[in-house]
């Protein structure tokens, strides 16, 4: 079972930017699929974007496309987002769970989240 640490949430204003992290542990982490989903308040959640083990592929929401940045670490275990020209709607708990790419799917464990707000 992964562990998950989701960090580098705040609160920006529209037009600026976050760089979000994860650290994973319990698991071989360059053999696992991971993504990134959230939470905005009162929806349910949705996939943002995914990255397959290696790194070598990506996938992202029409909704970020452009703007966000997915990457990951396999030397360090840890998965990134890197979210660019951010809007109101952008505002949420964002998540980092284990997927199963190129099925926008998680699978096992979440973390507790890190919360980002877009203020306009």
């Known amino acids: 079972q992964v562990q998950l640490v989701e960090s580098g949430g705040g609160l920006v204003q529209a037009g600026g930017s976050l760089r979000l992290s994860c650290a994973a542990s319990?698991?071989?982490?360059?053999?696992?699929?991971m993504g990134w989903f959230r939470q905005a308040p009162g929806k349910e959640r949705e996939f943002v974007a995914g990255?397959?083990?290696?790194?070598?592929?990506?996938d992202y929401a029409d909704s970020v496309k452009g703007r966000f940045t997915i990457s990951r670490d396999n030397t360090k275990n840890t998965l990134d987002l890197q979210m660019n020209s951010l809007k109101p709607e952008d505002t949420g708990v964002y998540y980092c769970?284990?997927?199963?790419?190129?099925?926008?799917?998680?699978?096992?464990?979440w973390g507790q989240g890190t919360e980002v707000t877009v203020s306009s």
């Open positions: 769970p284990r997927t199963l790419y190129p099925r926008r799917a998680p699978i096992g464990s």
């Open positions: 319990g698991h071989t982490f360059s053999i696992i699929h």
């Open positions: 990255i397959s083990s290696s790194g070598a592929s990506t």
